[in-house]
C-alpha cells in the first residue's frame, strides 16, 4: 500500500459482503488510483503476515469504509456464538483501531441495511453509529458509488492527485441532499423522498370521512421511518397507499354531502307543496 496520503481501506466480513466489497473496490478504481483502495486481497502477498498488513495498512489510511449487508450484525461463527462479540474478531477488531486513532469512518450500507443501534453493537464500536452513513442500492450502484467517490475527495487530503473518472458515457449524479438516519447517522439517499400525503389524510379526516381518513393517516405516518432506513420502496407504496385511502375518503364524503342536500331539497320542496 502506498505511504502517500489519500488512501481508503476497505473493512468488510466475507460471509456477509465479499461480493459488494469487491464491486465497490472496482468501481472506486475510476476515481482513484488502484494504490490509494487497500482490499485485503489486492495489498497482502503470499507469504506476508496478514495482521501486520492490516495493521500497516490502518496505520496509513485517510478513510475506512465499513460494508454492512443484511447478516453483518448477526454473523456467527463455528461456536454459534455472534462474531462481533469476539474481541479478536478482526472487522471488529479494525473498526475499533479506526475509531481510536479518529481515522474517518464510513458505513457503507449494502441492500437496504438499516444502520445498527448501538446498543446491539460492542461498546468499542458504538461510534460507529454517529458516524455519517452511505447506502448503496445495487439498482443504482454507479450512481451512489459515484456520490461516494465525491464525499471522499472531501475528506482526503488535497495535495493527492486523484484519478479521474475513465472515459465514457457517464450520467449525471442524481441530487444528493443530507436526510437524517436512524441512530444518529446521516443517510444521503439518491433519490429523493416521497410526498408521504400526511396533510390530504388530516383533511380527510376532519372534513369527509373520519375512518378513511384515519386509515390514509396511518399509512403516512409510515412513509418517513421506511425512507430514512434505506426502505424506498417500501416508502414509495406506503405514500401511494395514504394518497389512495384519503381519495377514497374524499369521494365517499362528497357522495355524503350529495345525498344530504338533495335530501334537504326534496323536504323543501314538500313543505312548499303544502
Known sequence: MSN????????????DSNWNALALYNDLQKYFKKEQLFKDFNAILPGDDFVVSIQNALNKCNVLLVVIG???LHMEGAD????????DDFVRLEVATALERGISVVPVLFDGTPMPKPEELPE????????QFIEIDPKRFEDDVRNLAEALKKILPKDEEQVHPK?????????????????????????PKPDNNLLWGILVTILCCLPLG??????????????NTGQYEQAVD??????QWAMYGAIA??????????????????????
Open 214 to 227: 384515519i386509515v390514509s393517516i396511518i399509512h403516512a405516518t409510515k412513509v418517513d421511518g421506511l425512507y
Open 124 to 131: 468499542n464500536l458504538r461510534l460507529l453509529c454517529r458516524r
Open 167 to 191: 472515459p465514457g458515457p457517464q450520467p449525471q449524479p442524481k441530487p444528493n441532499p443530507p436526510n437524517p438516519g436512524n441512530q444518529g447517522g446521516t443517510a444521503y439517499h439518491t433519490t
Open 238 to 243: 406506503e405514500a401511494k397507499k395514504a394518497k
Open 4 to 15: 502517500n496520503p489519500g488512501t481508503i481501506f476497505i473493512n468488510y466480513r466475507k460471509d
Open 80 to 87: 454459534g456464538k455472534r462474531r462481533l462479540d469476539d474481541p
Open 70 to 72: 443484511r447478516n453483518w
Open 253 to 274: 364524503g362528497i357522495v355524503v354531502y350529495v345525498i344530504y342536500f338533495l335530501l334537504v331539497a326534496a323536504g323543501s320542496l314538500n313543505s312548499y307543496s303544502y
